[in-house]
């Protein structure tokens, strides 16, 4: 391999070498190389085979819109695929060839590339950094415009940096280099990636205005062959030898339909390359050619050689020569770069002369779009591709191996748009998103068709703009941060203490508390015994709690429940049921009332944001004059349940001022005082049908408390138990659990509880629906218990359950299924709840549960197993 | 090569029109004609063929759905799928890899097993598999116990897999337009011919065409349309992102979804993941949503599959999705005689096609509900025999 | 991330609200007056035009107040945001 670098020249930092690794092979670049230009200098023609055919594909661009030489990074960090023209060189770096397809890496860190996102205002945001995108924003920040200009290139073109460095000195004026604007989004929303090292940025700018100067890509002619290494972009021929001071080819043609690709030719013959020709399909070519040959009404017909073009076939139509050449530097045209202006449906139009799309009307009036990018291109003759018999190597979009002839195919099949083209080609689809192939694919559709140009334009492009690691824009919100855990002020206490816990909505919540030894059916029957027997100790701090307050919350609260509130009294509890507006269980809880105008009132530890929402959305849209404010006071509380036949003795151990008799503290009430010297609000409610005192204290005596109770219950041998013990209990009483053995298709009459459905006050959210036709008809689902027929055997929940024990081939019509199953130690057997088709009217009947481990036969039952006089209440 | 089909002209006159050139159009338009002998139908698309959600959706096909309504229609539409290449006599690409729907928390295993048992009752196949057979299922589901959202298990339904959704839709257009089914694109409607209570008509910009029955199948557009006719739906359309990464060598031979962390993915053939993101929250008929939904789902994607971190984001897009109250489709007539309605099937018709089309085929050329379609008729919303598929999620604890 | 005036804290990105579809469909005074189908109407019935809409929000994270814009389907662009009880603006701003 030779060096192609030039003696002189470019924007790279001689003094600065970089050595590199591509395919196993060190290398040496400049800082300010890209991979592809050091590799061009390394004499590196071929970069990766073709993704289907395995065609030898070099460099054609100098940009994001590089077609064939994609690499993969490995080192200093990981990129699975880039095309090696926007990989900036740097010390260190090794790559290596990608087919166009990427690897993932099954090994290796598990974090992977770390990013950070960040949110910007401004009132200009600028999308690229060339001469008229920093002249709109220097105008901008002399008008006292808070501006950013981003750029996606590592380093600004020469002849801007002493515009952009002015800029910058601008106070509130930021230019961003290695950012790119992924997408732009309605109301002023731009999302930049920032290839920052180690970490990557996301930016989230919100601007009053966008200025989109994003320039024009250069796009091919296609021929035969056209994807042979060594043909070339003219654009990126002369990017090359200009900005990085390496000499692409040392034969050159140059093949045209404009008066651009003049400026390749002189620029390559001035860095000591021989330009062999200007091919210009234009029959009276008009660019001054200084002295280089000129073949003016002629085409190039195909390019040739084995892995880089060494002769170049051109044709006047009537003859043909062949040129030996090393270089084919070609310009077809340019198109604007328009499809961050196309994203919210930004228009385009055909402009004939420059044979390209450009923006037009309709579009938002934020955007503007300017420079080459509104338009400003050279002319440009409508020479798409270069006709010949065979088309099949007529290559429109490299990296899906896709020709001419494939279009031609697509067109046979009677597709007509370009879009089922696309489809059908998959031109358009790689990591380019068309950038070369696009408008190309577009016209060939309309040439073939007989349309004339312009007749339909290019697919869109979507965001985002260049690929971009699902990691990078993860951002922050991995691992732990994904979603946050929420925890009760006593959760340290728990970990200390083995317990093992489960996700409920956002909190962890203790599912049961194992000893040395201990399986959780173990653990949860030693619990369950516990709490019947002696007293257990529950952290039911994740409860959603809410006050209600001013003159109108008992009305408030009156429309939001089933049941009547406000004849509740103070110091009084009472459960409650709300619906939704479709008469289907929202949730349940119980309220309190703290004064005549203040109530409490407790949701599911899931339900509280919905309930909350739910009951705002009521207040301030339908009851905006009901005077009732919502808070929610769930973390400003912490709940210890003691629960059990010995609660009073712990609590009284605790050491309380509140009169823990019956008589002064009846079922349902709450009282106000100190427990354990720390003031509490303590309620007489229990999920469990044993005495229970619910000790409420502010969040940060939580723990105290419960490290209190826990050395204070020891004489009694009080047992912390979690969320599973808490649901064998109250299935064995009976009570639901909303979202177990609800679904969101269930009303208070399906679970047997038509005593919390007020018919004597007045309308409450869901009570209409209540009378719907199916919703009142009396043979729906019903909450029931059952009672599988061999006492240790446990139905599994979501057992689907069926009336007949045929054994039929499905399919078998199911008459319900089990939503809570469990092992009862005070039962000494297994029992489940079930909603089941009529189910009240089946009492006693035996139903089946077909499983595939063999069925199961179960009795319906009353839906209460334990204690059903409540004679335990009490203690 | 012969063409895929004809582009047809429209006639002034048609037995039916079909209002919307998609997969549920198309598929309807074709068993129109080879099941009931109608062949004089006109597809009308105002558009490119197939180019709304059937060119947008991530191709998804399978029928585990809870409710025995829901399960009967889409284990028909499965059936269909099983033999739709050969019926089409058109490659569309259908691979039954799997379908894994994954469980987070015990709420999730509890409806989960529900709908398992339900399936199995149901005829559909379905699977519970631990977490460990997960592992050995996908492994690079991560089911570590220590992550926000361990995975507790999953249902697999194995024949459940992805197609390519073009070639359905061109297969569809294919059979139909050879049984003299005219298919009509870049043909919008603009207006219904309504005259005592029976439609008798369509605008449209290539001009009126009279019609014996008008069969809408539209999508997110049903609404304006149904407007147009002076009906109103109980629809929501709102729009629904999806993405693709770049093309990557294959690492995942299944579909996994999951609803608690929001993410569903598959690998097509050529290569790139395919995923679907949640709904955004507003309603829009304009094809894109925000931004902030894409950067969620690739967190949740990440955590579930932390092989993914370097997988690259090549492309995002919306549709817009038709949604009803209870997340289940309406099929049926309407209070217009001659007009009927397929539509509000949300996020997931794709793996309906054939199936809404063959019931929606039945009930146009019966004048009334075909069994299948009959639980999702319009009275539902009167009655309250909502097919909630959303509901029986059971999100509250 | 759309960008949503709230009548109070002003112009706020899209995620700290949540969405509460059409406005101005009351709850009915008397809903026992409605037959099944009228119910059903005021349940699910709502309009999904494409083009301006009257649609309510809701500022969860920020000032928890509900409140009104007419927004473009179409285009996403807002037109209007005013509190609930005052009656739709007519014309475009």
């Not at chain 1, 469990?822 to 909603?835: H, I």
Request: with cysteine; aromatic share 8%.
């Amino acid at each position: 391999m030779t060096s192609m670098r030039l003696p002189q020249g470019g924007a790279v930092d001689r003094d600065a070498v970089v050595a590199f690794r591509f395919d196993d092979t060190t290398l040496h670049g400049f800082a300010g190389d890209s991979l592809a230009s050091a590799l061009l200098a390394n004499g590196v023609d071929v970069v990766a085979p073709s993704p289907l055919l395995g065609r030898p594909r070099g460099v054609m661009a100098a940009g994001v819109e590089e077609p064939g030489a994609f690499v993969e990074v490995t080192e200093p960090y990981f990129d699975a695929i880039a095309p090696a023209t926007t990989v900036e060189l740097v010390e260190g770096l090794a790559a290596r060839a990608r087919a166009g397809v990427g690897r993932l890496p099954m090994a290796g860190d598990r974090a992977g590339p770390s990013s950070e996102h960040r949110n910007v205002h401004v009132e200009t945001l600028v999308v690229g950094a060339g001469r008229t995108g920093l002249r709109a924003a220097a105008a901008a920040s002399g008008g006292g415009d808070r501006v950013m200009v981003v750029d996606e290139g590592f380093a600004l073109r020469a002849d801007v940096r002493q515009a952009a460095a002015a800029l910058s000195d601008a106070p509130d004026a930021t230019v961003l280099l290695r950012a790119t604007a992924l997408g732009v989004y309605d109301d002023g929303y731009v999302v930049v990636h920032e290839r920052a090292r180690p970490r990557e940025r996301v930016w989230h700018v919100r601007a009053r205005r966008v200025v989109l100067a994003t320039g024009a890509h250069e796009r091919p002619i296609v021929f035969r062959d056209n994807d042979l290494p060594g043909v070339m972009l003219a654009s990126a021929a002369r990017a090359y030898v200009e900005r990085f001071g390496v000499l692409p080819g040392r034969r050159a043609v140059v093949f045209t339909n404009n008066d651009s690709a003049y400026g390749c030719a002189a620029t390559l013959r001035a860095a000591g390359a021989e330009v062999v020709a200007i091919v210009d399909c234009r029959p009276a070519a008009s660019a001054p050619a200084d002295g280089i040959p000129v073949l003016a009404g002629w085409t190039v017909t195909a390019a040739q050689g084995a892995s880089r073009v060494a002769r170049v076939r051109v044709t006047d139509g009537a003859s043909e020569r062949d040129l030996d050449a090393d270089l084919v530097a070609v310009s077809g045209g340019w198109n604007p770069v328009v499809g961050l202006w196309r994203a919210l449906g930004g228009g385009l139009r055909y402009d004939e002369d420059r044979s390209c799309f450009v923006p037009g009307p309709p579009g938002p009036p934020w955007i503007e779009v300017v420079g080459r990018a509104g338009g400003d291109v050279p002319a440009a003759a409508p020479l798409w591709f270069v006709p010949a018999d065979d088309l099949s190597r007529h290559f429109v979009d490299l990296q899906r191996d896709a020709t001419v002839a494939d279009i031609a195919e697509a067109l046979d099949a009677g597709l007509r748009s370009a879009e089922h083209v696309k489809r059908y080609t998959y031109i358009g689809t790689s990591i380019d998103q068309g950038r070369t192939s696009g408008v190309v694919a577009a016209e060939v559709v309309n040439q073939l068709l007989g349309s004339g140009p312009g007749a339909q334009g290019p697919t869109n492009a979507r965001p985002p703009y260049t690929p971009v690691s699902f990691a990078t824009l993860a951002g922050r919100a991995r691992g732990r941060l994904f979603d946050p855990a929420r925890t009760t002020p006593i959760h340290r206490w728990h970990v200390e203490h083995g317990a093992v816990f489960e996700n409920v909505g956002q909190w962890k919540r203790p599912w049961y508390f194992p000893r040395p030894g201990d399986d959780m059916e173990a653990a949860v029957a030693r619990e369950c015994l516990a709490v019947r027997t002696g007293a257990g100790i529950m952290d039911a701090s994740t409860l959603g709690k809410v006050e209600v307050v001013g003159p109108d919350a008992a009305e408030f609260l009156d429309r939001m429940y089933t049941n009547k509130m406000s004849s509740l009294a103070v110091g009084s509890i009472r459960y409650g049921m709300m619906l939704g507006v479709d008469g289907m269980v929202l949730d349940d809880g119980v309220a309190m009332r703290l004064g005549e105008d203040r109530f409490l009132f407790t949701t599911t530890t899931g339900g509280a944001a919905r309930v909350l929402d739910h009951c705002e959305e009521w207040l301030q849209t339908e009851w905006p004059h009901l005077r009732a404010y919502c808070t929610s006071v769930t973390e400003q509380w912490a709940t210890v349940a003691v629960a059990g036949p010995r609660a009073r003795a712990v609590l009284a151990a605790l050491g309380t001022d509140i009169d823990l008799s019956v008589e002064a503290f009846p079922w349902m009430t709450f009282r106000e005082g100190n427990v354990a010297g720390i003031p509490a609000r303590v309620a007489r409610v229990s999920f469990s049908g044993e005495l229970a005192f619910e000790v409420n204290v502010a969040g940060w005596h939580g723990l105290p408390l419960w490290e209190a109770a826990m050395e204070a219950g020891r004489a009694e041998g009080l047992t912390p138990y979690g969320t599973e013990t808490m649901h064998v209990l109250r299935a064995e009483k009976g009570y639901v659990i909303v979202g177990q053995d609800t679904d969101g298709t269930v009303t208070p009459h399906d679970l047997g509880m038509s005593w919390i459905v007020s018919t004597k006050k007045g309308d409450f959210v869901g009570r209409r629906s209540l009378r719907r036709p199916d919703t009142a008809r009396r043979d729906r689902r019903h909450l029931v218990g059952l009672l599988p027929d061999d006492p240790q055997t446990l139905l599994p929940e979501g057992a689907q359950l069926v009336a007949e024990e045929d054994g039929s081939a499905p399919p078998v019509a199911m008459v319900g299924h089990v939503t809570s199953s469990y092992r009862s130690p005070s039962l000494g057997r297994t029992f489940a709840l079930a909603l089941v088709d009529g189910g009240r009217e089946l009492t006693g009947r035996t139903l089946y549960a077909p499983l595939p481990e063999g069925t199961i036969a179960a009795t319906v039952t009353e839906p209460v197993f334990y204690d059903p006089e409540g004679a335990r209440r009490d203690g | 090569m012969t063409e895929l089909w004809r582009a047809a002209e429209p006639k002034r006159s048609y037995d039916v029109v079909i209002v919307g050139g998609g997969g549920h159009g198309l598929a309807t338009a074709y068993y129109l004609a080879r099941d009931h002998g109608i062949t004089d139908v006109a597809v009308l698309e105002k558009g490119w063929l197939a180019g709304g959600n059937m060119a947008r959706n991530t191709t998804i096909i399978r029928s585990n759905y809870l409710w025995d309504e829901s399960a009967a229609i889409y284990e028909h539409s499965l059936k269909l799928w099983e033999g739709l290449g050969a019926d089409l006599d058109f490659d569309i690409q259908f691979s039954q890899r799997g379908v894994l729907n994954l469980a987070h928390d015990l709420g999730d295993v509890r409806s989960s097993l529900r709908r398992v048992n339900a399936n199995r009752l149901n005829a559909v196949d379905a699977e519970w598999l631990t977490a460990e057979e997960v592992a050995d299922f996908c492994p690079i589901v991560d089911v570590s116990h220590d992550v926000r959202y361990p995975v507790l298990g999953a249902t697999l339904q194995r024949r459940g897999g992805i197609a390519r959704h073009d070639r359905v839709a061109w297969g569809y257009a294919r059979a139909a337009d050879r049984l003299g089914v005219d298919i009509v694109e870049h043909c919008e409607v603009t207006g219904f011919d309504v005259r005592e209570g029976r439609v008798r008509g369509v605008e449209t910009t290539s001009g009126t065409i009279a019609a014996g029955a008008i069969a809408l199948a539209a999508a997110g557009h049903t609404s304006v349309l149904a407007a147009r006719a002076g009906l109103r739906l109980p629809l929501q359309s709102h729009p629904l992102q999806a993405l693709v990464s770049v093309l990557l060598e294959p690492v995942l031979g299944c579909v996994v979804m999951s609803n608690a962390v929001h993410v569903y993915v598959s690998q097509a053939d050529k290569g790139e993941l395919v995923m679907g993101a949640g709904i955004d929250a507003y309603n829009s008929y304009a094809q894109r949503g925000s931004f902030h939904v894409i950067e969620h789902q690739l967190a949740a994607a990440i955590e579930l599959f932390p092989v993914f971190r370097h997988a690259k984001l090549l492309r995002t897009w919306g549709g817009i999705v038709d949604v009803c109250p209870d997340a289940s489709p309406i099929i049926g007539p309407t209070p217009i005689e001659g007009l009927y309605v397929n539509c509000g099937w949300g996020t997931g018709g794709f793996k309906a096609t054939p199936g809404s089309g063959h019931v929606y085929a039945e009930t146009i050329a019966k004048g009334a509900p075909s069994p299948l379609a009959e639980p999702f008729g319009l009275e539902r919303f009167t009655t309250g025999a909502l097919i909630d598929e959303h509901g029986a999620a059971a999100v509250a604890h | 991330m759309l960008l949503i005036p709230c009548p109070w804290c002003g112009p706020r990105d899209e995620v700290e609200f949540g969405y509460g579809g059409q406005a101005h469909v009351a709850h009915p005074a008397d809903p026992d007056a409605l037959d099944d189908a009228a119910w059903a109407d005021y349940l699910f019935m709502r309009d999904n035009p494409r083009g301006d809409f009257a649609e309510r929000w809701y500022h969860a994270a920020g000032c928890r107040r509900w409140f009104n814009v007419v927004r473009s389907t179409e285009t996403h662009e807002v037109r209007h945001s005013y509190p609930p009880g005052a009656p739709p603006p007519r014309s475009r701003p």
